[in-house]
């Protein structure tokens, strides 16, 4: 052979061999700079194409409550299954399978669907939900290991049945919604397109905080043809970053909340709102509606998610407060001024609820009697803008929840709130007619308040007319604990209404229980105080009963509005009701922690 040809052959598979590596050192430097800078990760992917395995953490950033109880984030041990292995196992040793599937409670329809329509890492599911195993039966499993069987810690999101469903919120798909978020990130590759994101509640509004950043996986490494690469059995990967996920610290009492929703349940009511605050801050203690949903399967379309207790709704004679702070601030009544009620106005077909009438009343015992001609009386000597404003102050026509001004937007705390209003905005009704204000002034017509503003106007009277932001978050903390996000508690410096009308209108709430329509909460171990509400719905015989108030009188610990919707009247004041035994529970649990 000819030297020459055979050196010149041998320098040209020496110059392809040359560029090939300085291509692939081109690929890792410059490619790899270029993919690291869009936050992609070449030697994870290249894993990641070896790798099968499941979720077991999504690594969303946790819900907990004021002490640090869990209210997302629940870990359970699940049964995780490398369907060849096991299956392999299976059809070697049948009696070991029957045994193990009955200590598990696992029926044959549910191991085969496992095996035949999974691939090759998967959970055990019901419902789509993992089973959460017991001690014994984790211990079971500990031989099987080598056979694709194993015990595995799952965060579960919610509990089973879900605590504060609504105001946690749930999450969901969003594939235009993920888009207004992260587009970047999506471009990027740090976010999946069908990860899912808070759709209502607090995992709306605390999205870009709670995001899951990495997550925990069981992982099975194999090669191209599938087959497990030796020495790299299966295991756990944690791949969030240090500090995450997040911590967000709710105002909730956990305590409190899961009695308060037991109570609804245990006295059968259908639908209702509950909001207890802090006295002293505005904080939300428990917020609970009924009927409940399970975030896990929430139904959109039938709306049954809609947090109702920051929702506007026809409050009745609960707006009768606004009404007396604006006589009493603007001048137009003296506290002992009589008036007379002989149950019918004369006009409109307006009446009063005590169809004898209340003869004659004194203006500050109107309020404990509900009087309606007494109030629609008050209402005539106001102007519109005087009952608007004050009722403004109050906090009543606009949103009251804890906000701050961002870059071209406002992050609120509480998601799709709603602010509320006096008088209907698009001028359907001159809010100058006689029969307008007397229908206003007992909170009905176009009077709209929510559950939580309620509340929150007695947290006003008690810090003497200083308007307080309620919060449900406190603070956002890192991993390690360290703090990321504080929300102080928010209070105007100057007062809404004067302290002198705040403690008079505290005064005649505490009538309203010593002799008044709430009478029924005389003999309650705690001096209450509060006013009753019975909502007239537009159509039907149906009505919506409220009850807000405190306790105890002198050294408050608690304020709570109730609204039980739909009521046939007649009976008992429902709201009433549960208000008492509410106070029963905080006082308990204010007992049973030695305050």
């Known amino acids: 052979m000819n030297l020459r040809r055979v050196f010149i052959l041998l320098m040209s598979l020496t110059g392809c061999f040359a560029w090939m590596i300085v291509r692939l050192m081109m690929i890792q430097l410059w490619s790899g700079d270029r993919y690291s800078s869009r936050g992609i990760d070449l030697t994870a992917a290249a894993v990641y194409q070896r790798e099968q395995g499941v979720l077991l953490d999504d690594g969303r950033g946790r819900f907990v409550d004021r002490t640090g109880k869990p209210l997302t984030g629940f870990t359970i041990t699940a049964l995780a299954v490398d369907t060849r292995s096991a299956k392999s196992w299976a059809e070697e040793r049948a009696e070991d399978l029957h045994r193990l599937l009955g200590i598990l409670g696992m029926s044959s329809d549910e191991w085969e669907r496992i095996v035949r329509e999974s691939g090759r890492m998967t959970l055990w599911r019901r419902d789509g939900i993992p089973v959460a195993l017991t001690d014994d039966q984790i211990a079971a499993l500990e031989p099987y290991a080598a056979f694709g069987l194993r015990a595995v810690p799952y965060v579960m999101r919610y509990r089973q049945p879900c605590i504060a469903s609504h105001l946690l919120g749930y999450i969901s798909q969003h594939p235009e919604r993920l888009m207004q978020l992260y ?243 698009d001028s359907r009704s001159n809010p100058r007619d006689e029969g307008v204000m007397i229908q206003t002034a007992i909170g009905q017509r176009d009077v709209r308040m929510t559950p939580l503003q309620a509340a929150n106007m007695v947290v006003t009277l008690l810090n003497g007319g200083r308007l307080t932001a309620p919060r449900v978050v406190s603070e956002v903390t890192y991993r390690d604990g360290s703090v990321k996000q504080r929300y102080p508690v928010r209070r105007q410096e100057r007062a809404a209404i004067s302290k002198e009308t705040a403690d008079m209108l505290l005064a005649m709430m505490n009538e309203t229980v010593r002799s008044g329509t709430a009478s029924s909460l005389r003999d309650h171990a705690w001096r209450l105080a509060g006013k009753t509400g019975t909502a007239q719905l537009a159509k039907g015989d149906l009505v919506h009963e409220w009850f807000v108030g405190y306790g105890p009188v002198g050294k408050p610990k608690f304020v709570a509005c109730v609204v039980v919707y739909n009521v046939r009247p007649g009976g008992k004041h429902m709201a009433t009701e549960l208000f008492k035994d509410i106070a029963d529970l905080v006082r308990n649990a204010q007992e049973h922690r030695g305050g």
């Open 183 to 425: 587009a970047d990130e999506l471009a990027q590759g740090a976010v999946r397109p069908d990860q899912p994101i808070g759709a209502s509640g607090l995992e709306r509004a605390f999205e870009r905080l709670v995001r899951g950043r990495g997550g925990m996986t069981l992982s099975l490494f194999t090669d191209a043809l599938g087959r497990p690469l030796r020495g790299l059995e299966a295991r756990v990967l944690d791949l969030n970053p240090p500090f995450y996920p997040l911590r967000v610290v709710t105002t909730i009492d956990l305590e409190l909340q899961e009695k308060v929703e037991q109570l609804l349940d245990r006295k059968g009511v259908k639908e209702a709102s509950v909001v207890l605050l802090d006295p002293d801050t505005a904080d939300v203690l428990v917020m609970a509606n009924r009927p409940n949903y399970d975030p896990c399967r929430p139904r959109p379309e039938s709306r049954e998610w809609v947090n109702e207790a920051i929702k506007q709704q026809v409050p009745g004679s609960i707006f009768k407060i606004v009404v007396a702070a604006a006589a009493l601030e603007y001048g137009v009544v003296r506290p002992n001024e009589r008036f007379v009620c002989r149950g019918e106005y004369g006009k409109y077909g307006f009446s009063c609820w005590n169809r004898h009438g209340h003869g004659e009343i004194a203006w500050r015992d109107a309020l404990a009697q509900s009087c309606n001609i007494t109030f629609a009386e008050t209402a005539l000597r106001l102007t519109p803008e005087q009952i608007e404003d004050t009722a403004r102050r109050l906090g009543i026509g606009r949103r009251v929840g804890w906000e701050q001004a961002g870059k071209g937007e406002v992050f609120r705390q509480f998601d799709l709130e709603e602010s509320g209003q006096v008088f209907a905005p």
